[in-house]
């Protein structure tokens, strides 16, 4: 059916089919319909289109994207959340903060290295908020070390180790640069899956703060170690042991 | 980053209470599990950043309309067609499984729909998908696709031919 065969009344009687015409003018409308055999036939398409789409399914969400959704808004807010505590350290009753292990795991070195918090809400931030735009995952986009370690030359103080781990199943994606704790550092980003690893670096001597044991973090996992006088954090949201695989895979290179 | 965690409660029921809606839509648009997923993600995040902003109306026509804008984007920039077409067949498997009473007769109707509403051109489409499924009011399709209400009953009307027609073609064979 043409359009312009189609009566100037059609999006009306579509309109009061979908509830959005007002009682007065939808009364009316029942009138010209009647004798309008144009606009018969339009509702009568309505009502076959509806018949049609009553079975239409919502997609049920995958479990996965669930996880996922409460996981990363969890960990919007954990530089507040640590600031907090370290207030709260010295005169409030501390459980109810520890509401889970890894909370608990978080206060004990929060408690032991005033500074660490700091970093370590930081890197999650930063990890995540790269995770959010797309742009800002990666500066240098290149599978091949050669490209992105040169890349750094000029834009931090120190030389990263760009290791090349496709054959563990983390290809390289590419590097950044970020802010952590005021000082600029290197981030190197891999690919594991369909999860996204990034490797901040820094020289030991920047002194970010003091090294904490693996953790867990909101869905988080973070390793870090000191190695040829770097700082190497990885933080990604792959298992402990995937994640705690690809520090092994990186350290024998 | 600088976010006031007094936020995150009620954000976090906005996106629990409209995650399925959410997820729907973007499904509807990418035509592809995975790359909904990305979108839905993704939206969320940017919800999450806008969020001080909301002002607090008609939060899941706020939502959709960055889902949909997720989705546009992500769409410019792979080719459309060739991600859609790797929908329909395996969707229409996965969701007929959502009831005991589904019987062969509906997983079929909903195999035809699919692949109805996989002719219709997305602006049409997503109308359908929002008036039909989300059961928006006019206006709030207005804001999530970002056109005046006229247009939109235009689309929804043009849609919802195109699916008679088409499905009328399906019978006659």
């Known amino acids: 059916m043409n359009d312009h065969l189609e009566c100037e009344q059609t999006l009306l009687v579509q309109a009061?089919?979908?509830?959005?015409?007002?009682?007065?003018?939808?009364?009316?409308?029942?009138?010209?319909?009647?004798?309008?055999?144009?606009?018969?036939?339009?509702?009568?398409?309505?009502?076959?289109?509806?018949?049609?789409?009553?079975h239409a399914p919502r997609y049920p969400v995958p479990q996965e994207?669930?996880?996922?959704?409460?996981?990363?808004?969890?960990?919007?807010?954990?530089?507040?959340?640590?600031?907090?505590?370290v207030r709260a350290a010295?005169?409030?009753?501390?459980?109810?903060?520890?509401?889970?292990l890894a909370a608990s795991v978080a206060l004990a070195v929060v408690l032991l290295t005033p500074r660490t918090p700091d970093v370590e809400a930081q890197l999650l931030a930063s990890h995540v908020r790269s995770l959010q735009l797309e742009s800002h995952l990666i500066d240098v986009e290149s599978s091949d070390h050669h490209t992105v370690r040169p890349w750094f030359a000029g834009k931090v103080d120190f030389a990263p180790p760009v290791k090349e781990l496709a054959g563990d199943g983390f290809p390289l994606e590419g590097g950044r640069i970020d802010v952590i704790g005021?000082?600029?550092?290197?981030?190197?980003?891999?690919?594991?899956?369909?999860?996204?690893?990034?490797v901040y670096l820094w020289p030991e001597r920047a002194e970010l703060g003091d090294l904490p044991r693996p953790q867990r973090d909101e869905g988080f996992n973070l390793r870090r170690w000191v190695e040829d006088g770097l700082v190497v954090s990885c933080i990604s949201d792959l298992s402990a042991d995937e994640l705690e695989r690809f520090e092994h895979r990186w350290r024998a290179q | 980053m600088p976010m006031d965690s007094s936020l995150l409660p009620d954000f976090r029921e906005l996106a629990a209470a409209h995650l399925e809606s959410a997820y729907n839509l973007a499904r509807w648009l990418v035509r592809d599990r995975a790359?909904?997923?990305?979108?839905?993600?993704?939206?969320?995040?940017?919800?999450?950043?806008?969020?001080?902003?909301?002002?607090g109306e008609n939060a899941r026509a706020w939502l959709l309309q960055i889902v949909r804008n997720v989705a546009m984007t992500r769409l410019k920039?792979?080719?459309?067609?060739?991600?859609?077409?790797a929908d329909s067949a395996s969707a229409a498997v996965?969701?007929?499984?959502?009831?005991?009473?589904?019987?062969?007769?509906?997983?079929?109707?909903?195999?035809?729909?699919?692949?109805?509403?996989?002719?219709?051109?997305?602006?049409?489409?997503?109308?359908?998908?929002?008036?039909?499924i989300e059961e928006l009011s006019y206006k709030e399709i207005a804001r999530v696709v970002?056109?005046?209400?006229?247009?939109?009953?235009?689309?929804?009307?043009?849609?919802r031919k195109l699916l008679v027609q088409a499905a009328r073609a399906t019978e006659a064979v």
Request: glycine share 8%.
């Open chain 2, 35 to 55: 790359l909904a997923d990305d979108v839905v993600q993704d939206a969320m995040l940017r919800a999450l950043r806008y969020y001080h902003g909301f002002r």
């Open chain 1, 182 to 198: 005021g000082r600029t550092v290197a981030v190197l980003v891999y690919r594991a899956g369909r999860h996204v690893v990034s």
């Open chain 2, 94 to 132: 996965e969701i007929a499984h959502d009831g005991p009473e589904t019987a062969l007769m509906r997983q079929d109707e909903q195999r035809l729909l699919h692949d109805l509403l996989d002719t219709l051109p997305m602006e049409l489409r997503e109308c359908l998908v929002l008036r039909e």
């Open chain 1, 16 to 54: 009061d089919f979908d509830g959005e015409l007002e009682a007065s003018r939808a009364a009316a409308l029942v009138e010209h319909v009647a004798q309008c055999p144009q606009c018969q036939l339009v509702s009568e398409q309505l009502e076959r289109s509806r018949t049609l789409l009553r």
């Open chain 1, 65 to 85: 994207l669930r996880g996922f959704v409460d996981r990363t808004l969890q960990a919007q807010a954990p530089a507040k959340q640590s600031r907090t505590l």
């Open chain 2, 77 to 85: 920039r792979g080719n459309e067609q060739a991600v859609g077409a």
């Open chain 2, 146 to 159: 970002d056109a005046p209400i006229g247009t939109v009953m235009s689309r929804l009307w043009r849609g």
């Open chain 1, 90 to 100: 010295g005169r409030a009753p501390l459980l109810g903060w520890m509401t889970a």
